[in-house]
């Protein structure tokens, strides 16, 4: 995984827009993203790691979903265009690329600003229940994930608005923020 702040330029959503300001792990993991690069190999042996890190994290179920034009069909610009507005989820969103790639661009929340989380095949990433974010495929347009999750599979995004901003699972997001800054 490549993680850098967007350069905010208008164009094509699938585009790097890398403003050449990378964003380190560190700031990753002050505002609650984490990621691990676990390599598919033909013998299977990422499916034991990607089971230890589920088992750790107690994500109990896991489905894979297929984003592409021949998948999704009619639905394919409608529902891109979903993915890519700004949301938050009520719970983690667990992500591991097993074809094709994307981005995750995530708000770093004292700038406001864009980090783009560019991912490719073996790239898992976990953003915190509450963090605003948004997806969008690259230029290869075409993305096959593995989505796990602590409980039964769903997908709710909530976007970005008033409501949203005071809703418990922002607020509990923003306190930990608030306890990192604290702690640092």
Not at 70 to 92: I, L, P, R, S
Not at 115 to 135: E, K, N, Q, S, T
Not at 162 to 171: E, K
Request: proline fraction near 4%.
């Amino acid at each position: 995984m490549r993680a850098y702040f967007m350069d905010e330029l208008p164009g094509d959503q699938r585009l790097l827009h890398d403003s050449g300001r990378p964003a380190t792990d560190e700031i990753l993991s002050n505002i609650g993203v984490l990621h691990w690069h676990v390599p598919l190999d033909a013998a299977g042996e990422w499916e034991n790691e990607i089971n230890a890190i589920a088992a750790e994290r107690d994500y109990k179920n896991r489905d894979i979903v297929v984003v592409n034009k021949e998948a999704m069909g009619a639905e394919f610009e409608t529902k891109t265009k979903a993915f890519y507005h700004e949301h938050m989820h009520e719970d983690e969103e667990i992500r591991y690329i097993l074809e094709g790639g994307g981005y995750f661009d995530v708000r770093e929340h004292s700038s406001d600003s864009w980090i783009r989380c560019h991912l490719g095949p073996g790239d898992l990433l976990v953003l915190p229940a509450g963090i605003y974010h948004r997806f969008s495929l690259d230029m290869g347009n075409k993305s096959r994930t593995m989505r796990l999750f602590k409980d039964e599979p769903k997908w709710l995004a909530y976007n970005r608005g008033a409501t949203t901003d005071a809703s418990p699972y922002r607020l509990d997001y923003l306190k930990t923020l608030d306890s990192v800054a604290t702690a640092a």
